[in-house]
Nanobody
Framework: QVQLAESGGGLVQAGGSLRLSCAASGRTFNRYAMGWFRQAPAKEREFVAGITGSGGVTHYANSVRARFTISRDNAKNTVYLQMNSLKPEDTAVYYC?????????????WGQGTQVTVSS
């Protein structure tokens, strides 16, 4: 069992930055690929970024590429999402996810989510 806890969300003006963190429980963190997803009101949950267990491979949604960076620190059981040049359309609840298979097509564990609001 893996438990995920996100933090770092909040309110920011357009053009600003935020860094989300996701702390994972357990001793097998590096076995899991990790990802960030988001869900805006009245929209489907969508993939944002993913990273392999070793951290050597990453993927991004086209809408965030060159603005967001996913990284992980396996010694701290934590994955991060650095978000720069934020836009109002980035407003959503951001969820951390753990998956045994990469690319992530099926999520094994979800976090509870953290709200990101970007004002114009």
């Amino acid at each position: 069992q893996v438990q995920l806890a996100e933090s770092g969300g909040g309110l920011v003006q357009a053009g600003g930055s935020l860094r989300l963190s996701c702390a994972a429980s357990g001793r097998t963190f590096n076995r899991y690929a990790m990802g960030w997803f988001r869900q805006a009101p009245a929209k489907e949950r969508e993939f944002v970024a993913g990273i392999t267990g070793s951290g050597g491979v990453t993927h991004y949604a086209n809408s965030v590429r060159a603005r967001f960076t996913i990284s992980r620190d396996n010694a701290k059981n934590t994955v991060y999402l650095q978000m720069n040049s934020l836009k109002p359309e980035d407003t959503a609840v951001y969820y951390c996810a753990a998956a045994l298979v990469y690319p992530i097509v099926s999520v094994n564990y979800w976090g509870q989510g953290t709200q990101v609001t970007v004002s114009s």
